[in-house]
């Protein structure tokens, strides 16, 4: 079993930058890939990035392609998505998500979330 949790939200004004972390922890040996989702309030989850495990392959939302960039350390158990030239749409509660590529990046479906790290972005 795996469990996420992610860090590294908060209050930044338009324009800035903010990096979240996703730490896993549990059996990595069946992830094959990462990626991060957002919801607003009364809205779905929505798609920002998946990325193949080895990171090799990547797959951006439309919305933030050229602003996010999404990473991971050596090891694996730490993921990044930083963000820069934040937009006050990019305001929402950010999740990590764990498992196949088309899983996360065609169906939004993981097979393990985070409890999700809220971003506010000030015009």
């Known amino acids: 079993q795996v469990q996420l949790e992610e860090s590294g939200g908060g209050l930044v004004q338009a324009g800035g930058s903010l990096r979240l972390s996703c730490t896993i922890s549990g059996r990595t040996g069946s992830i094959y890939a990462m990626g991060w989702f957002r919801q607003e309030p009364g809205k779905e989850r929505e798609f920002v990035v998946a990325?193949?495990?080895?990171?090799?392959?990547?797959n951006y939302a439309d919305s933030v392609k050229g602003r996010f960039t999404i990473s991971r350390d050596g090891t694996g158990n730490t993921w990044y998505l930083q963000m820069n030239s934040l937009k006050p749409e990019d305001t929402a509660v950010y999740y990590c998500?764990?498992?196949?590529?088309?899983?996360?990046?065609?169906?939004?479906?993981?097979?393990?979330w985070g409890q999700g790290t809220l971003v506010t972005i000030s015009s």
């Open positions: 990325s193949s495990w080895n990171a090799m392959n990547t």
């Open positions: 998500g764990a498992g196949t590529l088309v899983g996360l990046a065609i169906n939004a479906r993981a097979d393990a």
